[in-house]
């Protein structure tokens, strides 16, 4: 898959995947690597910037597998700022939509 266009995803797929269960980062990679390959080297970062800007909180826990894990959770804003994403995502995947089945139609 092209780089560039998995990461003008991957903020809108670590926002869904955050807001249906909290997770650490481990096991968000593997979620997300489950469908996208990603590299941790880039999903920390955008986690960093996300909690900075105020869309998401952390808390640690207690691990039974070793040292208590930094838990990701969407925020109040996260949670807005997920749902501004939905629709422009939709927006945008509809009209490549269009590009993809419209314009090719005539080759």
Avoid at 3 to 23: F, R
Avoid at 35 to 48: C, D, F, H, S
Avoid at 66 to 87: I, V
């Amino acid at each position: 898959m092209n780089v560039q266009m998995k990461k003008g995803a991957l903020e809108l797929c670590v926002l869904i995947v955050i807001s249906n269960k909290d997770q650490y980062g481990y096991e968000l990679a593997q979620n997300i690597s489950n469908k996208i390959q990603v590299a941790e080297g880039t999903l920390y970062p955008l986690l960093r910037r996300l909690t900075k800007e105020g869309y998401l909180e952390t808390y640690k826990a207690k691990s039974k597998e070793g040292p208590p894990r930094k838990y990701y959770s969407l925020s109040e804003d996260g949670e807005a700022y997920l749902a501004e994403l939905m629709e422009d995502w939709a927006v945008f995947s509809d009209a490549v939509d269009y590009f993809i089945k419209e314009m090719r139609s005539d080759e």
